[in-house]
């Protein structure tokens, strides 16, 4: 059993920031590639950072410049620091990562329960 928990989100003032934790746990042999989507009402889920277990990082063209994804392998741990939030970064925030199971033989998909972000104007 794997769980992704996410922390950090909440309501900001557009100009502030926030950032967002996402710890993974259970029976974890190794974790590819972790990331952050977002969800806003009416819309469809979309990639906002992505980072490989070596580092290579890939942003979407709206948050790029203004958040930053980092990731502690030893902690299974992805964080996302948005700054410079706008009212259009206000979605429900989900963690994802690849992540072999102990005694798996392949990476699987797993999400987290997602966490609120709201910047108002």
């Known amino acids: 059993q794997v769980q992704l928990v996410e922390s950090g989100g909440g309501l900001v003032q557009a100009g502030g920031s926030l950032r967002l934790s996402c710890a993974a746990s259970?029976?974890?042999?190794?974790?590819?590639?972790m990331g952050w989507y977002r969800q806003a009402p009416g819309k469809q889920r979309e990639l906002v950072a992505r980072i490989t277990s070596g580092g290579s990082t890939n942003y979407a063209d709206s948050v790029k410049g203004r958040f930053t994804i980092s990731r502690d392998n030893a902690k299974n741990t992805v964080y996302l620091q948005m700054n410079s939030l706008k009212p259009e970064d206000t979605a429900v925030y989900y963690c994802?990562?690849?992540?072999?199971?102990?005694?798996?033989?392949?990476?699987?998909?797993?999400w987290g329960q997602g966490t609120q972000v709201t910047v108002s104007s």
């Open positions: 994802n990562a690849y992540v072999l199971p102990i005694s798996g033989t392949y990476y699987r998909e797993y």
């Open positions: 259970g029976r974890i042999f190794s974790i590819n590639a």
